[in-house]
């Protein structure tokens, strides 16, 4: 079945630090990929997606490329901030099967240090 | 424009007991979920729903009931509340159709402890 792998945290980095999440996933057909991101108390937001092979998502200076050849979506960002700690959820939907549910990973958890 | 609106915010249950948990759209948005957040676990789907009359179940369906009479409305009943129900419950909805790559609108949660 499909399923998402996530790096375990939590994340602490400093202000300005370089940040990267890595995501993999297993899915037998060709899934969408998101990243959501759970602010404190609050709900899930979507941060962004990709829908296909080599598809770049970007937002709020997060990227995130859908490499189909290693089934990755690793998160990226160049200068972290304090306002960015938050958790961060990958999650694939295959739009063939089931409803186009989402499948999240565990969550990865990061703190910015000022 | 609410959004997306579930109610109670917070919740203590005694084993054994039943509760709904309200969740509630103004978009107009034919599918809806529920889904429970627990530490090291993500979200994981409990139940879902295409339209009004139409559920299916998700990953993790046990102990929780839905039904789906009008559009705008989705409660997650639990009939005999269990410690292990103790979690954070998101309702999401997506746009119209099959399409995920509309995305999803949460709610604010629910935070539910069974005693």
């Known amino acids: 079945g499909n399923s998402v792998t996530q790096m375990e945290g939590p994340v602490t980095l400093s202000e300005e630090a370089f940040l990267t999440i890595n995501c993999t996933y297993t899915a037998t057909g060709y899934p969408s990929l998101f990243w959501y991101v759970q602010y404190p108390g609050e709900g899930l937001q979507l941060l962004l997606k990709a829908t296909k092979a080599d598809d770049k998502g970007s937002n709020k200076g997060f990227e995130a490329t859908y490499r189909k050849e290693t089934t990755s979506f690793h998160l990226e960002k160049g200068s972290v901030q304090v306002s960015d700690s938050a958790v961060y959820f990958c999650?694939?939907?295959?739009?063939?099967?089931?409803?186009?549910?989402?499948?999240f990973g565990k969550g990865t958890k990061l703190s910015v240090k000022p | 424009n609410a959004g997306v609106t579930q109610t109670p915010k917070f919740q203590v249950l005694k084993t054994g007991q039943s509760m709904t948990l309200q969740c509630a759209q103004d978009m107009n948005h034919e599918y809806m979920s529920w889904y429970r957040q627990d530490p090291g676990m993500g979200l994981r789907l409990i139940h879902y729903?295409?339209?009004?009359?139409?559920?299916d179940l998700g990953e993790v369906p046990n102990g929780y009931n839905v039904s789906r009479s009008t559009t705008e409305d989705f409660p997650l009943r639990l009939l005999s509340a269990a410690p292990s129900q103790t979690s954070v419950y998101f309702c999401?909805?997506?746009?119209?159709?099959?399409?995920?790559?509309?995305?999803?609108?949460f709610g604010s949660g629910t935070r539910l402890t069974v005693v």
């Open positions: 729903s295409v339209g009004a009359g139409i559920t």
């Open positions: 999650a694939l939907s295959d739009q063939r099967g089931s409803q186009g549910n989402l499948i």
């Open positions: 999401a909805v997506r746009r119209p159709g099959q399409n995920p790559n509309y995305g999803y609108t």
